[in-house]
């Protein structure tokens, strides 16, 4: 199965915004820009919504047959494992394995052992096309990555197995997640667990690492933009030179799960890419839902009420919708609005202080984190919420549309 040169996940937590997502790319493929739009939903999403993940993929053709796309689009199953591949083995045709909970949990050691005699060659000064100064590559060095990262590289086979044996080797794209963990991977690093899913014989088509810094949930990225940039750059080297010398397949590229709207990063991404020539898949997660509320809240009456009700709600359960995402969001409460001021916003004040804008002084991004981890309480009122959606999906599309190719795809794959 080919996947595109660039492709972006795109997430909607309650499956009524697939035209209006789709659009975006659209809008892209007439600038003369192809991304493929990768339409996802995690277990957790799903159990969450009460959602299964055939609705998923009858979402993406309902939509790739509406606007009469002609070009490729999948269904990804996020985030997946063992555990809780088999739902969606039928629907899906992308699968994120994540192996970020083995991360750290030792191989056996003659595993280990076998692992840095395969690896002896690339010890000592290692020169890698692209990257300025020479890998500084120890057997110890290779030794410790194993000893973190080996066991998490063999648990990615087993799952890739499993799905192949039930979908068929090239029915579908694997990608191989890492970024759900503390600590960054270094270019060194990464190059190892490339080699270790190689002797794994999974045909990884697309590797999310975690970068240095914080991707807290729907705000821009916290953390050295240089460092960043020269760390990307060095991944996309790595990348290159190990679908040469470890047989990985030639579209291999390099997965940003930006947990939505890096917006600060996206330039050096964009630089990247383009001076590289490498491809791109980039997440967005939660960003649509958020576009519903603001649009919600802007064709004011029930759906401004509605977009009221889910952040008092979503105060009032803080510590509960807080808790699972807690390695991932930094909210202050103090900086948190009352929902007696709330109460008083118009739909235009509500959309600004959640609109991800950061030139407007309303602009409030620990509301913005709040309502992004919130979606259980607009799930949890049932046909109020997707009544509404309904009822003003004009002003939500717009809104959903122009989010995601304004500053997604404009930023990243078109150019401003």
């Not at 739902?87 to 750290?104: K, N």
């Not at 086979?157 to 029915?171: D, F, H, L, M, T």
């Not at 009544?387 to 549309?401: H, P």
């Amino acid at each position: 199965m080919n996947l595109p040169k660039y492709s972006m996940g795109i997430g909607d937590r309650f499956a009524h915004q697939g035209r209006a997502q789709l659009a975006a790319f659209v809008k892209a493929k007439q600038q003369g820009v192809d991304v493929a739009p990768v339409w996802n939903k995690s277990n957790r999403e799903h159990n969450i919504v009460h959602s299964e993940p055939d609705s998923v993929r009858d979402e993406a053709n309902s939509a790739v047959k509406a606007l009469g796309w002609q070009g490729a689009y999948f269904v990804d199953a996020d985030h997946i494992g063992l555990k809780t591949v088999d739902r969606f083995l039928a629907p899906s045709d992308f699968f994120t394995i994540d192996v970020a909970d083995y991360i750290g949990k030792p191989a056996a050691d003659d595993s280990v052992r076998a692992f840095v005699s395969a690896n002896a060659k690339y010890t000592g000064s290692l020169r890698v096309p692209g990257i300025d100064a020479a890998l500084d590559v120890t057997p110890a060095r290779v030794e410790a990555i194993a000893r973190k990262y080996l066991y998490a590289a063999q648990e990615a086979g087993k799952v890739y197995r499993y799905i192949a044996e039930k979908k068929g080797e090239g029915n579908f794209v694997p990608e191989v997640s890492m970024d759900e963990t503390d600590q960054p991977q270094t270019p060194v690093e990464l190059l190892f667990i490339l080699a270790a899913l190689a002797h794994e014989k999974v045909p990884v088509r697309t590797v999310a690492p975690k970068f240095t810094g914080r991707f807290n949930k729907g705000v821009d990225y916290v953390g050295d933009l240089a460092q960043f940039e020269r760390e990307f750059n060095d991944d996309l080297a790595v990348i290159a030179f190990a679908v040469k010398e470890f047989g990985l397949p030639a579209d291999l590229k390099l997965s940003v799960h930006s947990g939505s709207d890096k917006f600060s990063i996206y330039p050096a991404i964009r630089r990247a890419v383009r001076r590289t020539g490498a491809g791109l898949h980039i997440k967005t997660a939660g960003t649509t839902w958020l576009e519903e509320l603001i649009g919600l809240a802007s064709a004011g009456g029930e759906g401004l009420q509605i977009a009221r009700d889910v952040y008092t709600q979503a105060l009032g359960r803080f510590d509960e919708l807080c808790g699972p995402y807690a390695t991932v969001i930094d909210i202050d409460r103090a900086r948190l609005p009352t929902p007696e001021q709330v109460a008083g916003w118009d739909g235009e004040r509500y959309a600004a202080a959640l609109r991800h804008d950061q030139r407007n002084s309303n602009y409030n991004p620990h509301f913005r984190q709040l309502l992004h981890v919130g979606f259980k309480v607009a799930a949890q009122m049932g046909g109020r919420y997707t009544d509404a959606l309904k009822r003003y999906e004009e002003t939500v599309a717009k809104n959903v549309t122009e989010n995601i190719y304004d500053r997604h795809l404009k930023r990243v794959f078109v150019g401003e």
